[in-house]
């Protein structure tokens, strides 16, 4: 660093490489990967200050770890956030939040296209404990709107969802949240801070399964939450605490180094996504193609203004039948003749992923509310990755030529 120790402002290409890299003694210039439960404390004041939260430094691995503090650091310089507190999971940082900031009698509004487990968390298990919730349409701020109560707490979205890459409009979400005197959450994991930063339209919390892009290479589980420092040590520190739902630092050592090649992964996946989009959409076999990059998305122009003018790197695809059984046998035929793709439900890898909605992420809806949801027994999803774009288009064409 310079000699008066103010950092210069630096571009989030350099942040992604180079935020929080705090070097021990030894010089090392790669991370360091602090695997450790426990630290020594210099005295008993020290330790008796440090446990009271009146001074700097670790006390106990459920608490902070300088790896985990090194993740948290780098990735809220990307989302432009003040702080940023890691999880084990997405899930997890998601349960982080809402029992930090909810209790009995509070009201959470989200959109019914959102991530399944996180309508199940919200939806059933934390009615349980008397928090109220309503489902509404991902694309109709009117009903976002609407569904405002006065004990609304919280809203969340998550955009663009899965498998059909629905788009919401963030910063009119971000409006009705705050006049209603709520908060808004967004679930950026699809868009990652690469393409999409929420904070900057107005949300006031940006929630991360860094299971997906932040890894990149399909390797650990992690969750995030980035918002003001005030929400991060007063209300989801103290769930942290009591609650141990601690990322390891071997997993956040691995997000963090993923984070180092998120943009250039993200722009490489969208752009094999966005090419795979406009050949499939050509394709005598294909019904239909959803992916935020191309004209025919219904919300083409706001995904593009809000995401870089990027679709992100999943896509679906409904393929031509007769008849949903005959549509269901034809998705397994074209599921079952790859030889490059990976089936797995899963997604944010450079290998690709392609999985089939219907039998598997939405397979526990009944057949009417799967209709409803948009998630036809044709519909194929895949998370693009970094092959050759021509092996992806002749790993699809192999089933989708021989029905
Ligand atoms: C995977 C995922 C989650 C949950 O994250 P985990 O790390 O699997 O717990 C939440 N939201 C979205 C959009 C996801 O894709």
């Not at 705090?22 to 695997?35: I, V, W």
């Not at 630092?249 to 090419?275: C, H, Y």
């Not at 890898?349 to 992420?361: E, G, N, V």
Request: net charge negative; aromatic share 6%; hydrophobic share 40%.
């Amino acid at each position: 660093m310079n000699d008066n120790n103010k950092k210069p402002d630096l571009h989030r290409d350099t942040l992604a490489v180079r935020e929080a890299v705090e070097r021990s003694p030894y010089g090392e210039n790669s991370e360091a990967l602090y695997l450790t439960s426990g630290y020594v404390q210099p005295s008993a004041e020290a330790s008796a200050r440090r446990f009271a939260g009146d001074e700097e430094g670790f006390t106990y691995g459920r608490y902070g770890n300088p790896t985990v503090a090194s993740f948290e650091q780098r990735l809220a310089a990307l989302e432009g956030a003040e702080a940023c507190i890691s999880t084990a999971s997405g899930m997890s940082a998601i349960l982080m939040m809402c029992m930090g900031l909810l209790k009995a009698g509070d009201h959470v509004i989200c959109s019914h296209s959102m991530f399944g487990s996180t309508i199940k968390l919200i939806g059933s298990d934390l009615a349980k404990f008397g928090v109220e919730s309503t489902f509404v349409s991902q694309t109709e701020v009117a009903a976002w709107k609407a569904a405002v109560k006065p004990n609304t707490r919280l809203l969340f979205a998550e955009t663009p969802t899965n498998p059909l890459t629905e788009v919401c409009d963030i910063r009119a979400i971000a409006d009705i949240a705050h006049a209603a005197g709520a908060l808004l959450c967004v679930d950026n994991c699809f868009a990652t801070p690469a393409l999409q930063r929420p904070i900057a339209l107005g949300a006031d919390i940006v929630m991360h399964s860094g299971t997906k892009y932040l890894d990149g290479q399909g390797r650990v589980m992690a969750g995030a939450l980035c918002a003001s420092k005030e929400l991060v040590t007063k209300t989801f520190l103290p769930v942290l605490k009591s609650a141990g739902m601690t990322l390891a630092p071997f997993n956040a050592w691995v997000v963090l180094k993923g984070l180092e090649t998120l943009d250039i992964r993200m722009r490489a996946q969208s752009a094999n996504a966005l090419a795979l989009a406009q050949w499939l959409e050509e394709h005598p076999s294909v019904e239909r193609v959803y992916y935020p990059g191309l004209k025919s998305h219904p919300q083409h122009a706001l995904a593009m203004a809000q995401q870089s003018d990027c679709g992100g790197a999943v896509l679906s695809f409904a393929v031509k039948a007769a008849d949903p059984d005959q549509a269901r046998a034809r998705a397994f035929h074209v599921l079952d003749s790859l030889k490059v793709m990976s089936l797995s439900t899963n997604l944010g890898d450079t290998k690709t992923l392609i999985a089939h909605p219907a039998s598997t992420s939405h397979g526990r809806l009944t057949e009417a509310q799967r209709q409803t949801a948009g998630v036809v027994q044709g519909l194929i999803r895949v998370a693009v990755g970094l092959e050759h774009l021509g092996d992806i288009q002749a790993d699809l064409d192999r089933g989708l030529t021989t029905f």
